[in-house]
């Protein structure tokens, strides 16, 4: 079975552009949930998406978007970046949504803000 | 809000150690507790799962505990190898963040850096 796919894997982009990082769950997997990664925060969770519908969310600005497709996949969207948005972001997927699931996670996209 | 700490840092041991690391939460009302390793730039392998009624899981050279009384957890690392050198990170499930909210999150430890020498 494939794993959680994300793409791009590596993006640079300038000060106030936008930007759309994708995720495909593993097959089967209808949670996915989206994380940022910085060497000064470490993880912080950023939303979770269940049956296209947002499930949680976590302490980010509302320039932090996302969503999730019928069939599972899910797609986040940052708007007006800034240099902290420099990040890797992690997703992963789980197949339940709620407190006792496994989650498995993707390789991550590299997220450069110049 | 939950918070989770991870001692030491960072760890450097000879290949063939026996090696504990540490993981404390501050709310013990948790759901699970998850074991991930992670290597430079890339994501995360989920190592052992725990659930809260459970006390240790095993896998291979691996062995987690959990004492949700007193908000700890350790992973044993048996015979490292230098294979083993990566990042770990704890991370436990714990309730919504609001009452909007009806699923749990997940809040991550900082890690420890653990490097195995041959």
């Known amino acids: 079975k494939a794993g959680v796919t994300q793409t791009p894997r590596y993006l640079i982009k300038t000060r106030g552009q936008q930007v759309t990082l994708s995720c495909s769950p593993i097959?089967?997997?209808?949670?996915v949930s989206w994380y940022q990664q910085t060497p000064g925060q470490g993880l912080q969770f950023l939303f979770e998406?269940?049956?296209?519908?947002?499930?949680n969310k976590g302490n980010f600005p509302g320039r932090f978007s996302g969503r999730q497709f019928s069939n599972s996949r899910s797609e986040m969207n940052v708007s007006t970046l800034e240099l902290g948005d420099s990040a890797l972001y992690l997703c992963?997927?789980?197949?339940?949504?709620?407190?006792?699931?496994?989650?498995?996670f993707g390789p991550g996209t590299r997220l450069t803000v110049l | 809000k939950q918070e989770v700490t991870q001692i030491p840092a960072a760890l450097s041991v000879p290949e063939g150690e026996n090696l504990v690391l540490n993981c404390s939460f501050t709310?013990?009302?948790?759901?699970?507790l998850q074991w991930f390793r992670q290597d430079p730039g890339k994501g995360l392998t989920s190592l052992l799962l725990i659930q809260s009624s459970q006390r240790e899981q095993t896998s291979g050279r691996l062995n987690a505990s959990l004492d949700k009384s007193s908000g700890r957890s350790t992973l044993y690392i048996a015979a490292s190898q230098p294979g083993d050198s990566a990042t770990y990170l704890c991370a436990v499930s714990s309730r919504p963040l609001g009452p909007r909210f009806k699923h749990s999150t997940l809040t991550f430890g900082k890690g420890t850096m653990l490097l195995v020498s041959p």
């Open positions: 709310d013990s009302a948790i759901y699970n």
């Open positions: 998406y269940f049956s296209e519908t947002q499930r």
């Open positions: 992963a997927s789980s197949a339940l949504a709620g407190e006792y699931n496994e989650q498995f």
């Open positions: 097959s089967g997997h209808r949670s």
